[in-house]
T-cell receptor, first 111, second 120 residues
Framework: AQSVTQPDIHITVSEGASLELRCNYS??????LFWYVQSPGQGLQLLLK??????LVQGIKGFEAEFKRSQSSFNLRKPSVHWSDAAEYFC?????????FGAGTILRVKS | GAVVSQHPSWVICKSGTSVKIECRSL??????MFWYRQFPKQSLMLMAT?????????EQGVEKDKFLINHASLTLSTLTVTSAHPEDSSFYIC????????????????FGPGTRLLVL
């Protein structure tokens, strides 16, 4: 069955440190992949998406993600985290022209 | 950027009453809007897809008579939870697609901030 797994419910990093949020999917073909961020009181915002081509995707706010077919992963990275990055992050996969979301990872940033 | 609003942000109601949630695209026209439901510590689950001027398409397991969706204009979709019960308590999120491809996955979805419903 199609699923999206975000293994980490919570992650805490220090401001200025690097960040990697994990996302794994179970799907036969190469899916369309997305990362969204949700800040308190705001709607989900698209950070980046992968449809095809270069497997390293650049997004907004300094985020990037790399699609690794062999690992069925689409991990989100940022080299230096800012306090404003504290939020909940959702990985999503396209299935039948619809979005299937992971359970989310809450990022806490400590100063 | 494109903005989607939801109203109300919070609603508490008694069991058996109906609740209407509005989703508006503020600065663009949305041919297609989506309604999601999110339980605590779980992912968003698509409930239905609505296209302006036509009936909504509901996902398997979602009761269409329980969750009434109306998409009467290109900027407004409403979700009415009829005869609400405590198990309907949840976080309801809408999104709007800005393109003209009927909500094709290539179109960016813009999400509202969500409505938290508590049924007593």
């Amino acid at each position: 069955a199609q699923s999206v797994t975000q293994p980490d419910i919570h992650i805490t990093v220090s401001e200025g440190a690097s960040l990697e949020l994990r996302c794994n999917y179970s799907y036969g073909a190469t899916p369309y992949l997305f990362w969204y961020v949700q800040s308190p009181g705001q709607g989900l915002q698209l950070l980046l998406k992968y449809f095809s081509g270069d497997t390293l995707v650049q997004g907004i706010k300094g985020f990037e993600a790399e699609f690794k077919r062999s690992q069925s992963s689409f991990n989100l990275r940022k080299p230096s985290v800012h306090w404003s990055d504290a939020a909940e992050y959702f990985c999503a996969v396209e299935r039948g022209n619809k979005l299937v979301f992971g359970a989310g990872t809450i990022l806490r940033v400590k100063s | 950027g494109a903005v989607v609003s939801q109203h109300p942000s919070w609603v508490i109601c008694k069991s058996g009453t109906s609740v209407k949630i509005e989703c508006r695209s503020l600065d663009f026209q949305a041919t297609t809007m989506f309604w999601y439901r999110q339980f605590p510590k779980q992912s968003l689950m698509l409930m239905a897809t609505s296209n302006e001027g036509s009936k909504a398409t509901y996902e398997q397991g979602v009761e269409k008579d329980k969750f009434l969706i109306n998409h009467a204009s290109l900027t407004l979709s409403t979700l009415t939870v009829t005869s609400a019960h405590p198990e309907d308590s949840s976080f309801y999120i809408c999104s709007a697609a800005s393109g003209t491809s009927g909500g094709a996955i290539e179109e960016t979805q813009y999400f509202g901030p969500g409505t938290r419903l508590l049924v007593l």
